[in-house]
């Protein structure tokens, strides 16, 4: 793991527990689960790692690299988040989950039909996603299928995303040339990220004439918080 840069960092090696063993001057090998929060405390900065995510001028709240930007953003968002507030959108998470074993009931188990479950999976994760964050499942249960190839273009860009967040500062230096803005997903792409762009941007028209309108009922999402 990465050691962040911090003025307590020196002797830090001597207050964990348990085996801590240095592979390299900014990385340690460590063993217990419960010294992360030593390492990775509040003031902690991320590393270089976490560019790789952003290939605009402006840097997502998951991508910003010093703790104290981060934490200046994070309280504006953080409300949506807490348990409480969560907790008021699992009505949303059970409608998605009983969708989905209806569906597997009627193409599965009531034919008796063999089928991969592993995609089945991650279209019930992706509904949810969509729902709770959008307000609206993206269709993949109801389809049965990898729509626009959204799931595909997200595991086919996971080795070449992993392979920039290793190379910088290569990386920081692609960020400046005209190369980004072929890395960066746009509406217009014809699947992939596109096509969940096209979708989210129908759904926030649809939410900010409903609220104009005053027709979202007492609906709870992240997009209405």
Same mark, same amino acid.
């Given at each position: 793991?990465?050691v962040p840069?911090?003025?307590s960092?020196?002797?830090?090696?001597? &207050?964990?527990? @348990?085996?801590?063993?240095?592979?390299?001057?900014?990385?340690?090998?460590v063993?217990?689960?419960?010294?992360l929060?030593?390492?990775y405390?509040r003031?902690?900065?991320?590393?270089?790692?976490?560019? &790789?995510?952003?290939f605009?001028?402006?840097?997502?709240?998951?991508?910003?690299?010093?703790?104290? &930007?981060?934490?200046?953003?994070?309280?504006?968002?953080a409300?949506?988040?807490?348990?409480?507030?969560v907790?008021?959108m699992?009505?949303?998470?059970?409608?998605?989950?009983?969708?989905?074993?209806t569906?597997?009931?009627e193409?599965?188990?009531?034919?008796?039909a063999?089928?991969?479950?592993s995609p089945w999976?991650?279209f019930?994760?992706?509904?949810?996603?969509?729902?709770?964050?959008f307000?609206?499942?993206?269709?993949?249960v109801?389809? @049965?299928?990898?729509?626009? @190839?959204?799931?595909?273009?997200?595991d086919?860009?996971?080795?070449?995303?992993?392979?920039?967040?290793?190379?910088y500062p290569?990386?920081?230096w692609?960020?400046? &040339?005209?190369?980004?803005?072929?890395?960066?997903?746009?509406?217009?792409?014809?699947n992939?990220?596109?096509?969940?762009?096209?979708?989210?941007?129908?759904?926030?028209?649809?939410?900010?004439?409903?609220?104009?309108? @005053?027709?979202?009922?007492?609906r709870?999402?992240?997009?209405?918080?």
């Open positions: 793991m990465n840069k911090h003025p960092y020196a002797g830090l090696i001597f &207050t964990l527990s @348990g085996p801590v063993v240095r592979i390299s001057p900014t990385m340690l090998h063993s217990e689960a419960k010294n929060p030593v390492i405390h003031q902690a900065n991320k590393s270089k790692f976490y560019i &790789t995510g952003s605009r001028r402006t840097e997502a709240i998951f991508n910003m690299s010093d703790y104290r &930007t981060h934490a200046w953003f994070r309280r504006y968002i409300g949506p988040y807490s348990f409480s507030n907790k008021k699992e009505p949303l998470i059970d409608t998605r989950v009983e969708h989905w074993i569906a597997l009931e193409r599965f188990a009531s034919t008796n063999r089928f991969d479950f999976a991650v019930l994760t992706y509904d949810v996603i969509s729902e709770v964050g307000g609206a499942p993206f269709g993949f109801e389809k @049965g299928e990898d729509i626009g @190839g959204l799931i595909q273009g997200i086919d860009g996971s080795p070449y995303f992993g392979l920039m967040c290793r190379l290569l990386t920081e692609v960020k400046t &040339t005209p190369l980004a803005y072929l890395l960066v997903a746009r509406p217009e792409d014809d992939g990220m596109g096509v969940l762009m096209r979708f989210r941007d129908k759904l926030f028209e649809q939410r900010a004439k409903d609220i104009k309108a @005053g027709t979202t009922g007492s709870v999402d992240l997009l209405q918080r």
